[in-house]
């Protein structure tokens, strides 16, 4: 680490912009599933899903930079890029989605969506879990950890099978769902939803009571409001399947995604029925100045075409339960190694004290991610208590990788146990 790198960053940004690992990483080159430092070391990357296929992949270069050499401009003309990656990635959709809202972030999609549930059922309560996080502005921070019991925005506990306090974890979550919704009708305010990630990723990726999400879903829409589907993270293959919905076993009204459709342009997408989305457009006139562009068509549409012509859902789906595979038989020799779950290549391990507390270990889960960037892999840390490993590689990420992966996962469990 550069000390004078890192006081030029505080003086620009302010002391406390947010930094990864004890001893921060100047990068300055990627390659696939490789990160590149200022002296040349190679790390692999296992956390970013904003380069989806992989860094600066060569036919998302010669996409975006063919497009930007020729024509970028704002949605108030007509060009036939734009509509036809609205086609094709509204085409990957549940029946019923069929239309799409384009913006720049995450933050801005889930926003739109908030902003569409609230027009189209004239309600105002949302509904999310006590450990979510869905984005930055004003609006969408309130879905993180809501406080007000008497508010807009009001949290269940999050669904899992490993902490749930009770014997039958289906119907414990399902009636926190019920009383949360009656709350809303007893407090005089309008139902409009539920917004959650289809797999919890920020919640620590849980195993979710089987059926909760088609049986959330349902009460919901009984209750006259709508469902969000936030696929920021859980989507675009990154769980095996197109989208993390179809994983959980439910069908959203709403669909909000984000970072990796553009492999580093800004480019997010709400997606729900064209009757949704030109209600949103009719009562908000919505517009976005760097949304529905061609740079954006151009990124968006390249990644499509590396992700259907190298098969990386597949290979996603493949090389991820390999992994898990391996991890459970490395915890079942570990128990701090509580438990290894998720969906394609989104892994997560829960890192504990010892089995009998089942006390999350977030300092030790800490240890382990800086001692993998010391060996030249970079996961995070993450979950409702800052103790679940994260491993999020690139789609391109093959069998090979995953082997260097856990022989080093290997050696640094022995040697935290060691020390």
């Known amino acids: 680490m550069s000390q004078e790198l890192l006081d030029r960053r505080n003086q620009v940004f302010g002391s406390g912009s947010a930094l990864f690992y004890t001893s921060p990483l100047t990068i300055v080159r990627g390659e696939g599933v490789s990160l590149f430092d200022a002296d040349g070391r190679r790390y692999v990357d296992m956390y970013n899903n904003v380069p989806c296929v992989g860094h600066c992949h060569p036919h998302v270069v010669e996409a975006v930079s063919r497009q930007v050499a020729t024509l970028n401009v704002h949605s108030r003309y007509l060009h036939e890029s734009i509509l036809e990656y609205g086609e094709r990635l509204t085409g990957l959709h549940a029946d019923g989605i069929d239309s799409v809202v384009f913006s720049c972030t995450g933050t801005e999609a889930n926003e739109v969506a908030l902003m569409t549930a609230r027009i189209v059922t004239e309600g105002r309560g949302i509904v999310c879990t006590d450990a979510a996080y869905h984005g930055n502005s004003v609006a969408v921070r309130q879905l993180a950890r809501p406080q007000d019991p008497h508010g807009e925005v009001r949290s269940i506990p999050f669904p899992e099978l490993l902490r749930c306090p009770a014997n039958d974890p289906l119907t414990y979550y399902l009636d926190r769902l019920r009383e949360t919704i009656a709350g809303f009708e007893r407090d005089g305010i309008p139902f409009a939803g539920m917004l959650v990630c289809p797999l919890l990723a920020n919640e620590g990726l849980p195993n979710i009571p089987p059926g909760f999400m088609a049986e959330a879903a349902k009460l919901v829409r009984e209750a006259g409001g709508v469902v969000v589907a936030d696929e920021v993270q859980s989507g675009l293959c990154r769980a095996g399947r197109w989208w993390g919905y179809e994983v959980s076993g439910f069908t959203p009204d709403i669909v909000s995604m984000g970072k990796p459709l553009g492999a580093g342009v800004p480019l997010a997408a709400t997606a729900a029925s064209r009757g949704h989305i030109e209600a949103f457009r009719k009562a908000t006139r919505y517009f976005n100045t760097f949304a529905s562009s061609p740079l954006q068509a151009a990124a968006g549409n390249a990644v ?30 570990d128990e701090r190694m509580a438990d290894v779950r998720g969906h394609g290549l989104f892994v997560a391990v829960e890192w504990v004290k010892d089995a009998a507390s089942m006390e999350p270990d977030r300092a030790g889960a800490g240890v382990v991610v ?10 995070g840390a993450a979950g409702a208590f800052g103790n679940v490993l994260k491993i999020r590689p690139p789609l391109v990420f093959s069998a090979a990788d995953a082997d260097a992966f856990l022989g080093a996962f290997e050696e640094v469990v022995s040697s935290v146990a060691a020390a």
Not at 312 to 327: K, P
Request: glycine share 12%.
């Open 304 to 333: 499509l075409d590396v992700i259907e012509g190298e098969g990386l859902r597949d290979r996603a789906a493949a090389v991820g339960e390999a992994m898990r595979t391996r991890l459970r038989e490395m915890a079942a020799g």
């Open 370 to 379: 800086n001692a993998l960037k010391d060996r030249g892999f970079l996961i």
